[in-house]
């Protein structure tokens, strides 16, 4: 075993790498960029090394400087993670050249199956089923233009040596084809050095199901199952979950024999993932045909993991030193059924705008050591409360992963465990999940990748929690705050007692971008009335601490009328937010003095809604436009995002130029009336 590794990648997948590491008794060393000088994977490590600058391309794509730091610190060996490095076949090589071990496959495997091209044609000649398409080598953008109109509409343009729904763009008709492959080609290029791309034929409902293989360098091979990936948002993988529901054992079988031969065929070693579009036929049996080979580990590989109660780290470490695989295909057991949700930074109800800001609060599900038998969840991630997610790296902040003795069992620990995730100060997609966990398809494993946008009137807009529930959240935690500070003399007592009468409270608070004006009334007795316009709710509340209160309202929705929550609140710069088991809410208190003419005169503006880089313009000064017309491309969090106009207008000026950095809110160009 390796005495010190270097892990040449930064988040989740950095600290994952350590931890199994520390356990074998690996010494570590984390690179680092300039955004992150204080990571969480940076504190982590036993020794850390700086490499660049904050954005990818200036310092963890800078192989030379990774091998670098490796020979310098002594490091034997290099974790390259996913992402960045993991599939780069000049980086394996040159690390082989350095003599630092890359812990991956052979770098001719990378070429051969790295490539999504080069392995659809190694795959073709094996006699793999392919999806209809083109996969050479000329990118000619009048040949896939043509290539593309032979294929037949909707066709999916993909960059051949990428991953993660990055350079991926469904096209639904030709005249889309070519901003689409140049916005695809971009993004390529920035993620991952290499604009090739090829384009296939959109199979109608499509399930995503990949085989998780290994292979030492002994020459053996095997595989540990299926993942089921179908359900996404932008080509990303939103849940990913181990059986894939459905699937026969004979074609389980089939496809776990072509992942295998498939690796064996270009002397794979190490981890690697054979991935499969499948399509369910008439009789309900599902085919599949042959995607792509990603040879590295995978972002979901914690679901292969819990059903089978290994540790793939471990694996890469030991079969990267030599040793053999620790079991053969026939001693292989799984059992039960995983699912991993991935907890990121981003807004679902403005098509998963990626968010940035500070984790004003993280709290996450009670967790254990990843135990089959005892598992509750298991929370992978690589930032801690007070961080900041930057505009520079993905937006995941987490992955949660539940296991369950199948997967009725397995779905209800991931909804206790999402309601128990409480995340404060950015836009996430966590009640969103609830809402998919919750969905009649994905209940009943009615899966392929348009599930959101099939369940969409249900998944999106979807109420926060109700109005009574939020206000009361925020009078419990009003009144809690101030008994705080009640000493022992009654003068400072602030109940709320008066000689004649009773007291009234009110609050001004905003919901859903709604207002809500909010009366607490103390009655002279003692008793409570929260009243909100016209409806009155008698209320009691009391605090069970860390923001923790047991809330009655007498709702009428129980036989009696008497319901008790437990609300947790977290409060801060004048917000609320408000968790329960019925959902959540973000509640602002609003003064209408103070914050009058905050927002004049923005109406119809085009401004940045995220920090990032101007690609380019559609138009020009001068040109006229049409409310919802593309007007600019934007790159954040390594994906492109398209602005369209606020309303009709004519192009004043471009405040900014391609290249060019923009603040969140910073107005792109000026539009008149």
Known sequence: MF????????????????????????????????????????????????????????????????????????????????????????????????GVVFIGPPPAAIAAMGSKSAAKTLMEKAGVPLVP????????????????????????????????????????????????????????KASFG????????????????????????QGHVIHLGERDCSVQRRHQKVLEESPAPGLSAARRAEMGAAAVAAAKAVGYVGAGTVEFVAEELDDGDIRAYFMEMNTRLQVEHPVTEAVTGLDLVEWQLRIAAGEPLPLTQDELVMRGHAIEARICAENPDNNFLPATGRLDVARW?????????????????????????????????????????????????????????????LATNVAFLRRVVASRAFAHADLDTALIERERAALFDAAPLPPEWAAAGVAA????????????????????????????????????GAPLAVVLQRLHDGAMVLSIGERRWPFAARALGGGRHEVRLADGSTEGGDRRVVLTVYAGDERYAVFAEMGQALVAEFDPIAHAGDHAGEAGRLTAPMPGKVITFHVKAGDSVQRGQALAVMEAMKMEHTLHAPRDGRVLELLYAPGDQVAEGGELLKLSE
């Open 3 to 98: 005495k010190k590794i270097l892990i040449a990648n930064r988040g989740e997948i950095a600290c994952r790498v350590i931890a199994t590491a520390r356990r074998l008794g690996v010494r570590t060393v984390a690179v680092y960029s300039s955004a992150d000088a204080r990571a969480r994977h940076v504190l982590a490590a036993d020794e850390a090394v700086a490499v660049g600058g904050a954005a990818a391309r200036d310092s963890y794509l800078q192989w030379r400087r990774i091998i670098d730091a490796a020979r310098a610190t002594g490091a034997e060996a290099i974790h390259p993670g996913y992402g960045f490095l993991s599939e780069n076949e000049d980086f394996a090589r040159a690390c082989a050249e350095a």
């Open 133 to 188: 398409g083109y996969h050479g080598r000329d990118n000619d953008p009048a040949l896939l233009a043509r290539e593309a109109d032979r294929i037949g509409y909707p066709v999916l343009i993909k960059a051949s040596a990428g991953g993660g729904g990055k350079g991926m763009r469904r096209v639904e008709k030709a005249a889309d084809f070519a901003a689409a492959l140049a916005s695809c080609q971009r993004e390529a």
């Open 194 to 217: 290499d604009d090739h791309v090829l384009v296939e034929r959109y199979v109608t409902r499509p399930r995503h199901i990949e085989i998780q293989v290994f292979g030492d360098s």
């Open 365 to 425: 599900p009670e967790h254990v050591t990843f135990r089959r038998d005892e598992v509750l969840a298991r929370v992978d991630s690589g930032v801690s409360e007070g961080d900041a997610i930057t505009p520079y790296y993905d937006s995941m902040i987490a992955k949660l992963i539940v296991w369950g003795e199948n997967r009725a069992q397995a779905l209800a620990r991931l909804e206790a465990a999402l309601r128990d995730t409480h995340i404060v100060g």
């Open 477 to 512: 935690h009003v009144l809690a705050a101030e008994a705080a500070l009640e000493g022992a003399d009654p003068w400072s007592r602030r109940d709320g007692w008066r000689l004649h009468g009773g007291a009234q409270r009110r609050l001004s608070l905003e919901l859903a």
